[in-house]
């Protein structure tokens, strides 16, 4: 009798469990989403995805709605910009020119190269005129199409947009940066350049020793912190940034150059929302501990070695969004974290990029089924929009 007793508590228990799963599973798509079909899905910037019919392009919304027909044969990353992207006509001329959130076409159809907007200003790259009144050139343009600079200098193939005021240009084989004016207020002559960023920009330069390096400019052009660097740093953000050694440890420095942490980071995901994702090589342990710091190099949240494989957290980005994404234990299980280190939902995803505009693009496994689920999903975990590609 007793035997039976035991049996049947297994069995509830087992049923028990297997009903528990399968609510767990159902989460991923419980909210009742917007279902879509395309071929290829895009991440969300300004609240927008481009997104591809056949091949052409389009854009949808956060609710999946499709705000802008597919028209278009190529859409320049990051889509939407200060309110505008950079789009090619279907045609045999293949020009470029910028659409608003509507899909009006705001400035017309012209340029060889049409850069994003990240400034109230951008860069294009325009054909000769049919007249030869004027020939191939850098131009700078407004939001409304006005021409602003007809031509500044700049090798052909560097393609540049504004960051914070400034340009990268090229002239021969030496970089400097233009203002708005089209004039180089920070004259060519590093061997390499970066954009600028928190009022800082990498340049490497020749050091007395004949030796190229890497430091940072401000934006008058002055060398603030010496060329110092053998291995690109990373861009500057929350007033740090990650400098890497010769031994490949990350450290992190201030806009003064001084060392906030010493190098010993394996891995680095840059400030974003006053918070960097760095791993740290424990070699007792023979493990990397991912950990969430602070501008000061204080530990927010760490993962050490758990006594479980399959509670091992791996982060595969910073924080965006006010999230950042997370991979725990092995096989397909991501999810996201907040600025505490919490899990918002469960790791229950096998592919997610990071969040912008409240969406996320990724992809979920069905282990009985088989079958892979696309789509969106918001900041708790739901599947929002989901795309069913065309079957032809």
């Not at 999946?64 to 950079?86: C, H, Q, R, T």
């Not at 509507?102 to 951008?122: L, N, R």
């Not at 000061?296 to 791996?314: A, F, L």
């Amino acid at each position: 009798m007793n035997l039976i007793k035991v049996i049947l508590i297994t069995l509830l228990v087992i049923l028990n469990f297997n009903i528990e799963a399968q609510q767990k599973a159902q989460t991923v798509s419980e909210k009742n989403p917007a279902k879509i079909s395309f071929n290829q899905l895009t991440d969300f910037n300004e609240g927008m995805a481009a997104v591809l019919k056949g091949n052409v392009w389009g854009f949808i919304d956060e609710n999946g709605n499709v705000v802008i027909e597919p028209a278009y044969w190529a859409v320049d990353y990051p889509k939407f910009m200060n309110g505008l992207a950079s789009v090619i006509q279907p045609d045999e001329n293949r020009l470029r020119g910028y659409i608003d959130k509507t899909g009006k076409v705001v400035i017309p159809f012209q340029y060889y190269t049409a850069m994003p907007f990240y400034d109230d200003v951008t860069t294009t790259y325009s054909p000769a005129s049919a007249d030869g009144s004027s020939q191939i050139r850098w131009s700078i343009i407004n939001k409304d199409g006005k021409v602003l600079v007809e031509s500044f200098p700049n090798h052909h193939s560097n393609e540049t947009y504004f960051v914070e005021g400034l340009a990268r240009n090229q002239i021969q084989f030496n970089y400097g940066y233009v203002d708005k004016s089209g004039k180089n207020v920070i004259e060519p002559k590093f061997v390499e350049v970066r954009d600028f960023s928190d009022g800082m920009a990498a340049v490497k330069g020749e050091t007395p020793t004949g030796e190229y390096k890497w430091g940072f400019i401000n934006k008058d052009g002055k060398l603030v912190i010496d060329y110092t660097y053998s291995n690109e740093p990373k861009p500057f953000s929350n007033g740090r940034t990650f400098v890497l050694s010769n031994d490949y440890k990350w450290g992190i420095i201030d806009k003064e150059g001084k060392l906030i942490v010493e190098p010993k980071f394996k891995q680095v995901f840059p400030y974003s929302e006053n918070l960097a994702v760095v791993s740290e090589y424990d070699q007792k342990a023979f493990f990397e501990e991912w950990k969430i710091i602070d501008v000061n190099g204080k530990v927010i949240k760490s993962y050490p070695k758990p006594k479980k494989d399959d509670e091992r957290i791996t982060f595969w980005s910073g924080f965006q969004d006010g999230l950042a994404i997370v991979h725990k234990g092995y096989g397909m299980k991501h999810c996201a974290v907040d600025k505490t280190g919490k899990e918002v939902f469960k790791p229950m995803y096998r592919k997610i990029n990071p969040f912008n505009s409240g969406r996320a693009y990724a992809e979920y496994f069905d282990d009985k089924t088989r079958k892979i689920t696309y789509g969106y999903i918001d900041k708790k975990g739901n599947f929002v929009i989901i795309n069913t590609p065309p079957q032809f």
